[in-house]
C-alpha cells in the first residue's frame, strides 16, 4: 500500500463513519423542522379556538345586552365587549389563520415528514440509499429540501437541541417495530380516533344548537314573545361559527384519510409476513413502498389544508 493511502478496510470505516454523520445530521434536521411544525400547529389552533370563542361569545353577549336593556351600564358594557369580541373574529382570521400561515405550517410539516420518509429509506438501504455514496445521497436531498424552505427557515430559530437519537434500524424487523407499527396504531388509528372524537362533539353542539334556534324560533313565531325572536338570530351566529370551525379544522378529511393510509399500510404488512421472498431488494421494495404510502398520504393533507383560505 502507498504511503498514506488507504486499504479497503480503513475505506470502508471512513465511508461508514460519513454516512452515520449524514444520517446524524439529517435526522436533527427533520427534529428541527418537526419542533417548528408543531410550534406552528398549536399556534393555529389556539387561534382558530379563539376565533370561534369570539364569535359565539360575541353573539351572545350582544344579544343579551339587548335584553338587559341598552339604557343602563350593564347593557352598555354587555354590548361594548360582544362588539369588541366580533369585531376581533375577521382580525384574527386574517392575521393569524390566514392563507400564508396555514401554507407555512404546511410546508414545514412536509419537510419534516419528507426528511423522517429519507431516513427511514436510509437506514434500511432501499433506493436511492443502495450504493457507497448513500451518504452524500442523503445529504444532498436534505440540502436540496432545505433550500426549498429557505424562506421559513426563521420559523426554526428557538429550537432545542434534538433529544431524540437516529431510530435503532438496522434491518426489517426493527423497521417494523420502530416505524411501521407505530405509524399504524400510534399514528393513524390513534390520529383518526381523537379527529372522530372531535368531530363528534362539535357535530352535537351543531345539532343542539340548530334544535335550539328552531324551538326558539317556532315560540317567537307563535307565542309572540319578543325575547325568545332575539335569541334567533344569536343562536344562528353561533351556529354558523361551529360549522365554520368543523369545515376550517377538516375533521371529517383527516378521519377518512388517516384510516384508508392506515388500511393501506396493514395490508402492506399483511403481504411482507406471508411473502417468501426476504431478499436485500424484497426489503428495500417494501420499506420504499410503505414510505411512498405515508408521503401520499402526507401530500394528500398538505393539498387539502392549502386548497382553500381560512373560512371567514
Not at 360575541?58 to 339587548?66: E, K, Q, S, Y
Not at 433550500?147 to 426493527?174: E, I, K, N, S, W
Not at 407505530?182 to 334544535?211: K, V
Request: proline fraction near 4%; aromatic fraction near 8%; include cysteine.
Amino acid at each position: 500500500m502507498p504511503p498514506g493511502g488507504r486499504g479497503p478496510r480503513q475505506r470502508g470505516c471512513a465511508v461508514e463513519q460519513v454516512d452515520r454523520s449524514a444520517v446524524s445530521a439529517v435526522w436533527r434536521e427533520h427534529r428541527r423542522w418537526s419542533w417548528a411544525a408543531g410550534t406552528a400547529k398549536r399556534s393555529i389552533a389556539f387561534w382558530r379556538t379563539a376565533a370561534l370563542a369570539a364569535a359565539v361569545g360575541g353573539a351572545v353577549l350582544t344579544t343579551a345586552a339587548v335584553q338587559v336593556g341598552l339604557d343602563g351600564a350593564p347593557g352598555r358594557a354587555l354590548a361594548t365587549t360582544g362588539a369588541v369580541a366580533l369585531a376581533l373574529v375577521p382580525v384574527v382570521r386574517a392575521s393569524r389563520l390566514g392563507r400564508d400561515r396555514i401554507e407555512a405550517w404546511t410546508r414545514v410539516r412536509s419537510v419534516s415528514e419528507a426528511l423522517k420518509a429519507q431516513v427511514y429509506l436510509f437506514l434500511t438501504g432501499a433506493q436511492p440509499y443502495a450504493g457507497p455514496d448513500r451518504g452524500a445521497r442523503l445529504w444532498a436531498f436534505a440540502t436540496a429540501v432545505a433550500d426549498d424552505v429557505a424562506d421559513l427557515a426563521g420559523m426554526t430559530l428557538g429550537a432545542p437541541d434534538p433529544d431524540t437519537p437516529v431510530p435503532a434500524v438496522a434491518d426489517v424487523d426493527d423497521y417494523l417495530a420502530h416505524r411501521l407499527r407505530p405509524q399504524i396504531d400510534g399514528y393513524y388509528r390513534a390520529g383518526a380516533a381523537r379527529q372522530q372524537r372531535r368531530l363528534t362533539r362539535f357535530r352535537a353542539a351543531e345539532f343542539g344548537i340548530a334544535a335550539a334556534g328552531a324551538v326558539l324560533g317556532a315560540v317567537a313565531a307563535t307565542t309572540g314573545a319578543a325575547g325568545a325572536g332575539v335569541w334567533v338570530s344569536a343562536v344562528t351566529v353561533v351556529g354558523a361559527s361551529i360549522t365554520a370551525h368543523i369545515s376550517a379544522a377538516r375533521y371529517e378529511h383527516l378521519v377518512v384519510s388517516y384510516l384508508a393510509t392506515a388500511r393501506r399500510l396493514r395490508a402492506l404488512l399483511a403481504e411482507w409476513e406471508t411473502a417468501a421472498d426476504r431478499s436485500p431488494a424484497a426489503v428495500a421494495a417494501f420499506v420504499r413502498a410503505c414510505e411512498e404510502a405515508i408521503t401520499q398520504e402526507n401530500e394528500s393533507w398538505l393539498a387539502a389544508w392549502t386548497h382553500d383560505r381560512e373560512p371567514s
